[in-house]
């Protein structure tokens, strides 16, 4: 007898028996499977005899990760248990997010991007690399999922905020589409995480006989651009209904990639626009402890990279929302990158800058350019350790009665500094969030438990939206949407305690509200491949695969 799986396409898949069922990660149940199960499909004596529940295989698996020894140990853990048995996975990381999304993701994740190839154990997701240019359809067809709805995509050449990583980059979409599953519920047998191998600059990897890389340097300029659009265009006609979120490419090539595909294809970047959203949504909640408006806020941003002017293109428009002109906006937000204050007489600056070059003195560093602006906020997305030192953040609680400090860099080796020292550097008076995760910490009597802007609570749920109404582009009115949600969700309790966003814990709920945020402005804006139904929110819900175990029989 042939069994058949209903799948969220409407589709009838047929079931694979004996122990090629058990290597299956999507249909795998483990020691989950029934007596009658085990019976039907030819699993008889190649289980343990006693059938566990679903609760009771994640207390296992709890109980095996809380052994380990270090965080790296642990993610190989769970990547593992991914390879194995997706659902018991993603129940697993659903159940702990908090506990877990510093394992699956950052910062633990780059260190694994550093040791791919030393890792590596099986396969995840396709390589496409320099040497299969003019075939790229051909690899994409040989995913053995076709309905794939959401890609990440890098070339691994900015991989957080350790540089070019070559091929072990892959970490970084693996990881990306695990939350995408665990915080929005999107079906992982709809996902593809792609490495784009052009070569690394990297010396170590060239060197290392263990690199599962190309053994070149980097493919530059227009043979680039071209590799990247076949690719695209390979998308386009396998997996047309593909979502294709670039990820972590450099400043040389993240803009230009992002400004020539945004209306062409259904794309974001969300180095660019998801961090953009997540710390507009700061500033939004943040307003609510200053108690000023977003348009009264100057803001001065350490970085002026992809992430740097993204986050400042979209304040800008929040801005003018507000009621401010463009001008007053782009004034209010100000740039130091390596050279100092991003100041118009300045020579030579890279295009993505000029439009945040004002006309104003030069200023060499950080702290004399926060002395002559006195910003109420400053942003990091410099990935430069430290930089936040005691006289920037002593000089911002001068100026401020409630300094906005947002240390964003990723790793946690790379934040601008930690919860405790802007905490304690500022009398307890800063509103701070980190882009990795800081344990809670008390200062002067009392408990802070700070935010972290972790592009999780965005880029999930946008895609979710997306999904759900099949909208053909991401705008920029999409990121804004989701931010003011995700403002909108911080609760009273959270601002008490220092924390300028919702708990981890709520991270479904979270990515449900900002997918019907996103695909009502598809639906307004004419961008949705559906009909508008009578009940959003019940059309992004039910998009939403829930970590459970189907019955076989």
């Not at 966003?501 to 961008?527: H, M, N, Q, W």
Request: charged share 20%; proline share 6%; net charge neutral.
């Amino acid at each position: 007898m042939t069994h058949h799986l209903p799948n969220p396409a409407g589709l009838q898949q047929a079931l694979p028996s004996g122990a090629a069922l058990l290597h299956d990660p999507l249909l795998n149940k483990g020691t989950a499977f029934t007596l009658a199960e085990r019976h039907a499909l030819g699993l008889e004596g190649l289980l343990p005899p006693h059938v566990h529940t679903l609760e009771e295989q994640v207390a296992r698996v709890m109980d095996n990760y809380r052994n380990k020894q270090t965080d790296l140990e642990r993610y190989i853990h769970l990547v593992s248990l991914q390879d194995r048995n997706e659902t018991l996975f993603y129940r697993v990381v659903v159940d702990h997010i908090e506990e877990l999304m510093p394992i699956i993701y950052t910062p633990t994740v780059g260190q694994a991007c550093q040791q791919w190839g030393h890792l590596f154990r099986r396969p995840r997701g396709l390589y496409v690399s320099w040497r299969d240019r003019g075939r790229i359809a051909a690899l994409l067809r040989n995913w053995p999922h076709g309905d794939v709805r959401v890609i990440v995509v890098t070339d691994g050449e900015r991989i957080l905020g350790l540089g070019d990583q070559g091929v072990g980059g892959m970490g970084i979409p693996v990881g990306k589409l695990s939350l995408y599953t665990a915080c929005a519920g999107i079906d992982p047998a709809r996902t593809l995480p792609v490495m784009l191998d052009v070569g690394t600059e990297n010396e170590g990897y060239l060197r290392d006989p263990l690199y599962m890389g190309l053994r070149q340097k980097r493919v530059r300029g227009p043979d680039f651009d071209a590799f990247v659009g076949e690719f695209i265009e390979a998308v386009r006609e396998v997996m047309p209904r593909a979502l294709i979120q670039f990820e972590d490419f450099a400043n040389l090539n993240a803009f230009r990639l992002l400004e020539q595909w945004r209306e062409k294809v259904c794309t974001f970047n969300d180095d660019i626009q998801g961090t953009a959203a997540v710390t507009l949504a700061g500033l939004y909640s943040a307003q609510r402890l200053t108690g000023k408006k977003l348009r009264e806020q100057t803001i001065l941003f350490l970085g002026a990279g992809e992430a740097g002017v993204g986050i400042g293109e979209l304040i800008v428009s929040a801005m003018i929302e507000e009621g401010a002109t463009p001008e007053e906006a782009r004034r209010r937000c100000w740039f130091v990158d390596s050279q100092g204050l991003v100041v118009r007489s300045r020579k030579g600056m890279a295009a993505h800058k000029l439009r945040f070059a004002h006309d104003a003195a030069p200023a060499p560093d950080l702290l004399s350019a926060l002395e002559a602006l006195a910003p109420t906020a400053i942003v990091g997305v410099s990935t430069v350790a430290r930089a936040f030192n005691r006289p920037v953040i002593e000089a911002m609680a001068r100026v401020n009665d409630r300094p906005i400090v947002f240390a964003l860099s990723n790793p946690t080796s790379k934040s601008e500094c930690t919860a405790e020292e802007a905490y304690g550097w500022s009398g307890g008076r800063a509103v701070f969030a980190s882009g990795s995760p800081f344990p809670p910490c008390a200062v002067g009597g009392k408990t802070f438990v700070p935010g972290q802007g972790n592009n999780s609570y965005i880029f999930p749920g946008v895609g979710l939206g997306v999904v759900a109404c099949q909208a053909r582009h991401v705008t920029d009115r999409m990121f804004a949407a989701a931010a003011r949600t995700l403002a909108e969700l911080v609760e009273p309790s959270d601002l008490a305690m220092g924390r300028i966003y919702p708990s981890l814990t709520r991270i479904r709920e979270v990515s449900a509200r900002i997918g019907v945020a996103v695909a009502e402005v598809a639906f307004r804006d004419g961008l949705a491949g559906i009909e508008r139904p009578a009940d959003v929110p019940a059309l992004v819900r039910g998009a939403m695969w829930t970590p459970e175990y189907p019955v076989y029989v």
